[in-house]
């Protein structure tokens, strides 16, 4: 049965039905929830009251759900949300508040009402006012499964959780231990910008990024990330623990971040969970605790959820290192530093389906499955991130066309030296202009960039940008020209193939895979 | 990038890198040596430390 577009259960509406038989005003019907069930506004208005009463008194209403998508909706089966708090417990975790931020469904609420004895005062917070209800009926469905179970003064609030005064019940709770505990949404502002939705933060860049950065993407932030750490920053001098369901990448950047902001938070940890079979998503996500009120702490000891009595690992900072294993580092650290050579990324062209040719039969194809005609001088083989398998590489898949020997170069003299290779450029002037990236702007025509005296050393030494993976691969000439990579590589070039594979046997040792992976997060 | 290719060189054990070296002559079909081992070592010394050497 539904009610207010909310799941109702016939228990709870009969209950609902008697309670509620002769109670007209709002005033009264609120004074006997509150001395009933402990809620504290269960109703915010008469019309409220007026629907419910009505709606229950008949058998059936049914309402189609909308897309709850929009707001990042997984909502935490009860099974998890009582691990979540039996778990608890065994910290000696003993709330006197809990606060659920995004409590959706209320099954966290449940299950702290379930385990905790201390707990004087619940808030949940809900944007979607269904859910607002179905909490209030899914814990009242609790105290009659429950009736001796304690009582404590519940507030369910429709709002926003952007737009919630957290800090006010941190004023006037202040020295009552606190637990936050919830699953906010594994959603970025990126998204939710996209589906139109209006629940995002007020614009803030708050992260401080440059605006060079906010433009190009680091602006996009995760909502679960965002709400944990306005959670962190009003509650950290408070006693208490927060409890939250996030992304590991969430997770990760908390730690990162507490180098700078010095939270006053300690006992980090991080409890992996199977997401795909909690809640079907195919995203690495955790259970992130934290004690409030402590001496800033840089560490992360991570866990698996469902078998927790030995950390993993810990990650953190050590020193002034951000660091995904702490131990496998330390063995590793003294090559942590600066590269003798210099890095550099590949060929830059967004135009692939001009500038990336097969060779078919003899023939040049570029992505138009058009044959083209043009002179082998500005043909180079071509390496992609998915071609940098093997350790050592003699031959490409794919060729590109290199107008350039450095960033800037006048490209007018293609023309005149090869005249074939011009017309074809100038046949797909188009496909350049269509270039969506600024950096092309006021630049000479058929314009690359990854491009320097560094891509035509013969010998390479280069490693997938793209895939999680550390091994480096030795590139050779093709035809006795140098090999490109696509700006997806990374690589060294050499004069000498000596240096080239000293360097390769360096970079494939087990020392240098331990350093990797300890700098490295696989699952964020 | 982070990995210090010069601290490397150094703690490597130079009997692997023999048998690393000589695993791709092997496969490879290459005829290399260490004995360009001392240049690259000094290619990625820095200029610095062959100044202070000039004046001691």
């Known amino acids: ?524 | 990038m982070r990995i210090d290719l010069l601290a490397l060189s150094q703690i490597i054990d130079k009997s692997v890198l023999q048998k690393e070296l000589n695993y791709i002559n092997e496969i490879y079909n290459f005829n290399l040596t260490l004995d360009l081992w001392c240049d690259f070592i000094n290619e990625m010394k820095p200029i610095v430390n062959g100044q202070k050497e000039l004046f001691t």
């Open chain 1, 1 to 524: 049965m539904k009610v207010f577009e909310a799941n109702i259960t016939h228990q709870v509406s009969d209950y609902l039905n008697d309670i509620l038989k002769n109670v007209v005003t709002i005033e009264k019907a609120n004074q006997k929830m509150r001395k009933a069930l402990g809620f504290i506004h269960f109703f915010d208005n008469e019309e409220d009251l007026q629907i419910l009463k009505e709606t229950i008194s008949i058998s059936q209403n049914i309402v189609s759900e909308p897309d709850r998508a929009e707001y990042g909706d997984f909502q935490t089966n009860t099974d998890l949300a009582n691990k979540v708090a039996l778990h608890l417990t065994t910290k000696n975790v003993s709330p006197e508040i809990v606060i659920e931020p995004t409590c959706g469904k209320g099954n966290f609420i449940v299950a702290s009402l379930k385990q905790f004895d201390s707990v004087k005062k619940v808030f949940g917070i809900e944007i979607y006012k269904p859910y607002v209800w179905e909490s209030k009926f899914n814990i009242i469905d609790f105290y009659l499964n429950n009736p001796t179970e304690n009582k404590p003064e519940i507030l369910i609030i429709h709002s926003s959780v952007f737009d919630f005064d957290f800090k006010t019940i941190a004023k006037e709770n202040g020295t009552k231990e606190i637990l936050i505990i919830g699953n906010p949404p594994w959603v970025t502002n990126s998204k939710l910008g996209s589906l139109n939705s209006s629940n995002l933060p007020k614009k803030t860049n708050f992260k401080n990024h440059n605006g060079l950065d906010a433009m190009t993407g680091k602006g996009n932030f995760d909502i679960a990330e965002y709400i944990t750490l306005m959670m962190i920053e009003t509650f950290q001098h408070q006693k208490g623990n927060i409890a939250l369901l996030v992304k590991n990448t969430v997770i990760k950047n908390i730690v990162f971040d507490q180098f700078s902001k010095k939270y006053h938070i300690s006992e980090i940890e991080k409890y992996c969970i199977d997401s795909k079979k909690e809640f079907n998503v195919s995203v690495e996500a955790s259970l992130y605790y934290c004690k409030l009120n402590s001496n800033p702490f840089f560490e992360c000891a991570e866990f698996n959820f469902y078998n927790n009595s030995k950390a993993k690992l810990n990650f953190g900072w050590l020193s002034d290192k951000f660091v995904s294993n702490i131990d496998t580092y330390s063995i590793a650290e003294q090559i942590d530093g600066k590269c003798p050579f210099e890095w550099r990324q590949g060929i830059k062209h967004d135009c692939s389906s001009i500038m990336e040719l097969d060779k078919v039969n003899g023939h040049f194809v570029n992505g138009l499955k058009e044959e083209i005609k043009l002179e082998s001088d500005l043909v180079y083989g071509i390496l992609k991130s998915s071609d940098l398998k093997n350790t050592v590489i003699k031959e490409t898949r794919k060729h590109t066309i290199i107008t350039q020997k450095k960033v800037g170069q006048e490209t007018n003299y293609i023309k005149y030296d090869f005249p074939k290779t011009f017309q074809y450029l100038s046949e797909h002037q188009d496909a350049f202009n269509a270039r969506k990236s600024s950096i092309y702007n006021n630049k000479p025509p058929f314009s690359i960039f990854g491009i320097g005296d560094y891509s035509f050393k013969p010998y390479k030494v280069a490693i997938s940008g793209l895939y999680k993976t550390f091994h480096f691969t030795l590139v050779l000439p093709q035809n006795e020209k140098p090999v490109m990579l696509d700006d997806t590589c990374y690589m060294l070039g050499f004069e000498k193939l000596e240096f080239a594979v000293y360097s390769l046997i360096l970079l494939n040792s087990e020392t240098t895979v331990q350093f990797l992976q300890s700098i490295t997060f696989a699952d964020a």
